[in-house]
T-cell receptor, first 111, second 115 residues
Framework: GENVEQHPSTLSVQEGDSAVIKCTYSDSASNYFPWYKQELGKGPQLIID?????GEKKDQRIAVTLNKTAKHFSLHITETQPEDSAVYFC??????????FGAGTTVTVRA | EAGVAQSPRYKIIEKRQSVAFWCNPI?????LYWYQQILGQGPKLLIQ????????DSQLPKDRFSAERLKGVDSTLKIQPAKLEDSAVYLC?????????????FGAGSRLTVL
């Protein structure tokens, strides 16, 4: 099955700085790569996703890049704010297949 | 639109007891998922339904876990008997179920503590 690895496990950044989280996947047939944000006591919430037919996608302060050859994708958060503090999960799946999640990155934004 | 509803939010039981969790997906979503999230880990798929049929239950511990979605809408996940290692948050998610549309919406989860 698909194996998704995520780094780092924890990330502390100063407010206003950028945060980068990286993930690798094992199955070259995977074509859908979402990122979820999970706040304490809540379920994961989709923040951005990318499909394998594009290399980069941006939505305001967040962006995701995908390198299919190397089988890795990254989340970039710019101008971080305290409300960005949460656990972030990457995931990967094949068409109509199940999502396999990374272990998560706890992001702390210091004021 | 209303989100994915789950209940109960919290449950504490002793080992060997049974427990059931309920999920009501987003209206019109054909696909329903149950994930197990152990503290400090990412969600792990237990079972996936397409309407009222099982698509994938390869990771479901069938000796103690069962799930059903009888009318293709609500779903129930049951654990009997519970073990200490079943302590986790059980997340329900749903999606439209169309090809190349596996965008999942999660509920808030049901936190289970087994003593």
């Amino acid at each position: 099955g698909e194996n998704v690895e995520q780094h780092p496990s924890t990330l502390s950044v100063q407010e206003g700085d950028s945060a980068v989280i990286k993930c690798t996947y094992s199955d070259s047939a995977s074509n859908y790569f979402p990122w979820y944000k999970q706040e304490l006591g809540k379920g994961p919430q989709l923040i951005i996703d990318i499909r394998s037919n594009v290399g980069e996608k941006k939505d305001q302060r967040i962006a995701v890049t995908l390198n299919k050859t190397a089988k890795h994708f990254s989340l970039h958060i710019t101008e971080t704010q305290p409300e960005d503090s949460a656990v972030y999960f990457c995931a990967a799946s094949k068409p109509s297949g199940k999502l396999s999640f990374g272990a998560g990155t706890t992001v702390t934004v210091r004021a | 639109e209303a989100g994915v509803a789950q209940s109960p939010r919290y449950k504490i039981i002793e080992k060997r007891q049974s427990v059931a969790f309920w999920c009501n997906p987003i209206s019109g979503h054909a696909t329903l998922y149950w994930y197990q999230q152990i503290l400090g880990q990412g969600p792990k798929l237990l079972i996936q339904f397409q309407n009222n049929g099982v698509v994938d239950d390869s990771q479901l511990p069938k000796d103690r876990f069962s799930a059903e979605r009888l009318k293709g809408v609500d779903s129930t996940l049951k654990i009997q008997p519970a073990k200490l290692e079943d302590s986790a948050v059980y997340l329900c998610a749903s999606s439209l179920g169309q090809v190349n549309s596996n965008v999942l919406t999660f509920g808030a989860g049901s936190r289970l503590t087994v003593l």
